[in-house]
């Protein structure tokens, strides 16, 4: 499964359900950083940390026989300060992210890879992305869906052309803005600026609640305010292409988006055979679909990390690949509190705190 000599150093903090609890060793593609790491060449997990022993306890019942010599910790501090890691994985719950990333990039690892959302202010982001600037260090946040084989695959064609000139795109799903529709706000980023990558959200207009009873708003700490819930967000992009995410399930479930383009239309996602079709309405082949081999968006996210490591690109949602998803998450809370108020990017507003929990 993996090859003989892995060249990385990685470390887990927080294993929780992302790092290591959705899928197991014996998953194909399992959803969880855990099984990146075993399913993508180059990586020896080093190291992990969880101040609950149930957590520990957890990773080594589920995960111990693939990964062995894997050191446990109770504190990220210790796991940080044992050795010197390429890569560090940030799992912890969002309102943990800040205090947990001033640690991390303390420890200079070449990449962080941090669970969305990145950050509950703008004001923390800016603070991170001076002390990564400052320590050489890059920060990809994990959007993990982007990573679906068969998104990358229909991103690739998009570009190439496909439908023609992206026009406008409309990603399906609910819920909390910053902790769990950012997603597909990154969806509909990803494919927006489908034949332009320099192509700049401009401004959001957005509608939305605030839920009376939010579960995860329980502990809320003072200075927070509750994340508020997604009913529609409309995107303009420097080009004229207009994003738009509906805050409910579309007709074939969520977190997928129809890309309409000048020569036809696509229909994207990770739970989703993707299609694609002429102005005519004539299905167009997805070329290279038959034969993808799909080990999950964790694997190819660290796939990405580990060529970046090698000396190539960056991974996608690295800096201000990521910077543009949470400017259009603040700035839809920023519009939805203000009534649907058309807000321009960047945010003029860095320091509301949202308490961004899920
Ligand atoms: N990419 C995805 O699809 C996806 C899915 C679920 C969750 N998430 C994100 O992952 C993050 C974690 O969510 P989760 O559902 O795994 O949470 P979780 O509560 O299941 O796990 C978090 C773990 O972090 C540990 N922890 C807390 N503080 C710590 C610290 N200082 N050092 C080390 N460990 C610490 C906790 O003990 C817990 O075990 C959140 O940001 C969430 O939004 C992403």
Redesign the pocket.
Known sequence: MKDSTPRFRAAV???????Q??GSPECAAP?CHAGGLLHCDGFDFVAA????LA?REGFRGKWGASFPDTILFE??ESLLTSERFDVVAV????P??F??MKQVLEARPGVVFL???PTCSLAEMDELLALAREAGTTITI????HWSPRVLLMEKLVREGLIGDVQSVVGYCDGAIL?YAS?TTDLVHQFATGTNRSNKALRVQARGFIPQDDPFAKNIQVGYEIEPRLQHLSIEFADGVLGVQVGSHGPVGSFYADVFGTRGRARVGMYIEPQAFDSQGTPLEIEGFCELVDKGPFTEAYRQIATFLDGGVKPDCSDDGFVHINEIGFGAIESLLAGGKTVELPNQNRTRRIW?N?
Request: proline letters at 6%.
């Open positions: 903090i927080g294993l929780g359900a992302i790092a609890g959705y959803y940390a969880d101040p609950f957590a504190g990220s799992c912890v719950r969002g943990h992210h205090e947990v669970e969305k959302p994990s959007y993990s869906r902790s997603h961004a899920q």
